[in-house]
Structure formats: C-alpha cells, structure tokens
Nanobody, 128 residues
C-alpha cells in the first residue's frame, strides 16, 4: 500500500504560478503510473496529467498543455505539478494518485477510481 500526501495549494491571481507536491510513502516500489487529477465544484474528476516512472515520460490534458509540468524526484519519492499561467478555470481540488499498472498512463484514458492509492487533495483557487 502506498500513502500519498499533497501540499502546495493556495489562492493566486490569474496568470500566477503554484507548485504542488505529492509525497509518497509505503510500498513505493510498486508505483508505476502517477497522476494528477482535479475536481471542480459540481464536476467529476479530470485527469490533468501523468508521469510514467519507468522513463519519466509525461502526458498532459489539452486544457493544461504548455502551462503545467509534472516531474518526479526519486530521492524524495515526491511528484510535483508546476502550474504556470493559471486561469480561473483551473480552480479545483487537486489530487495525486498512483497505480502499479501502466495501462492508460500515456493516453490519459484513466479514471480516478482505478488508482489504488489516492491523496486527500489540496485546494487551488485562481481569481480573475
């Protein structure tokens, strides 16, 4: 079992930046695909992006491509989400998640529920 804890959320004005962190602990050797999801009020979970830990390949939703960047530090078992040029529509609760299987990791055809380990979330609020 892997435990995940997110941090780094906050309130920023449009155009600003934030960096979210996701610290993993437990059976981290079984992590393969790590993902960031977000959920805006009244909406379902949206996959923001993923990173395949085998070769550190990253994949992004069209809505954040060119603005968001995912990275992973093996020495700290920590995944990051660098968010630049933030927009009000980026306002949401952001969650990290991981699963041992690669399936869907490169296409973002993934559902939040299929990830065995999920964090509690960190709130991001972007004002106009």
């Amino acid at each position: 079992q892997v435990q995940l804890v997110e941090s780094g959320g906050g309130s920023v004005q449009a155009g600003g930046s934030l960096r979210l962190s996701c610290v993993a602990s437990g059976d981290t050797l079984y992590m393969n695909c790590m993902a960031w999801f977000r959920q805006a009020p009244g909406k379902g979970h949206e996959a923001v992006g993923t990173i395949y830990l085998g070769d550190k390949s990253t994949y992004y939703a069209d809505s954040v491509k060119g603005r968001f960047s995912i990275s992973h530090d093996n020495t700290k078992d920590t995944m990051y989400l660098q968010m630049n040029s933030l927009k009000p529509e980026d306002t949401a609760m952001y969650y990290c998640a991981t699963k041992p299987l690669y399936s869907g990791c490169s296409t973002l055809r993934i559902a939040f529920s299929e990830f065995q380990s999920r964090g509690q979330g960190t709130q991001v609020t972007v004002s106009s």
